[in-house]
């Protein structure tokens, strides 16, 4: 199924905004504080995550990155929307040592929402 395809049954299926819409404004409340979005934006107190879905786990090179995310990297992991939204549930859980202060999404739907809108993200370079 194409990619397009799939965004317009989660459309006729999914009541109300679409969840990349949702997405946004969860993004926006919960994880825009440390990190962007925006293709080109410089990194913050975290990563830029524009791009993020299809990249190796600490792929931003102008970001330093915690041992426990470069051991990650280093293990070839890659992010996917369902590698996303396990992060998203329990960061540290995932990656213990993780230097990222926050504690996670405990709403599923949030977690789908954002990971949708941030494979929808794009890298400037």
Same mark, same amino acid.
């Given at each position: 199924?194409?990619?397009?395809? /799939?965004?317009?049954?989660?459309? &006729?299926?999914? =009541?109300?905004?679409?969840?990349?819409?949702?997405?946004?404004?969860?993004?926006?409340?919960?994880?825009?504080?440390?990190?962007?979005? #925006?293709?080109? !934006?410089? =990194? *913050?107190?975290?990563?830029?995550?524009?791009?993020? &879905?299809?990249?190796? &786990?600490?792929?931003? !090179?102008?970001?330093?990155?915690?041992?426990?995310?470069?051991?990650?990297?280093?293990?070839?992991?890659? $992010?996917? #929307?369902?590698?996303?939204?396990?992060?998203?549930?329990?960061?540290?859980?995932?990656? =213990?040592? /993780? $230097?990222? *202060?926050?504690?996670?999404?405990?709403? #599923?739907?949030?977690?789908?929402?954002? !990971? #949708?809108? /941030?494979?929808?993200?794009?890298?400037?370079?």
């Amino acid at each position: 199924m194409s990619r397009a395809s /799939l965004l317009l049954l989660l459309a &006729v299926l999914h =009541p109300g905004p679409a969840p990349a819409a949702e997405g946004r404004q969860v993004f926006a409340a919960r994880c825009a504080g440390c990190h962007a979005a #925006a293709p080109g !934006a410089p =990194p *913050g107190a975290g990563p830029s995550l524009a791009g993020v &879905v299809g990249r190796r &786990v600490a792929g931003d !090179a102008e970001f330093d990155y915690s041992p426990a995310l470069l051991a990650a990297r280093e293990a070839g992991q890659v $992010w996917d #929307a369902g590698l996303l939204q396990r992060f998203l549930a329990d960061p540290d859980a995932m990656f =213990p040592g /993780l $230097w990222m *202060g926050a504690n996670g999404l405990r709403d #599923a739907a949030d977690r789908a929402a954002v !990971a #949708a809108f /941030l494979a929808g993200t794009t890298r400037a370079d």
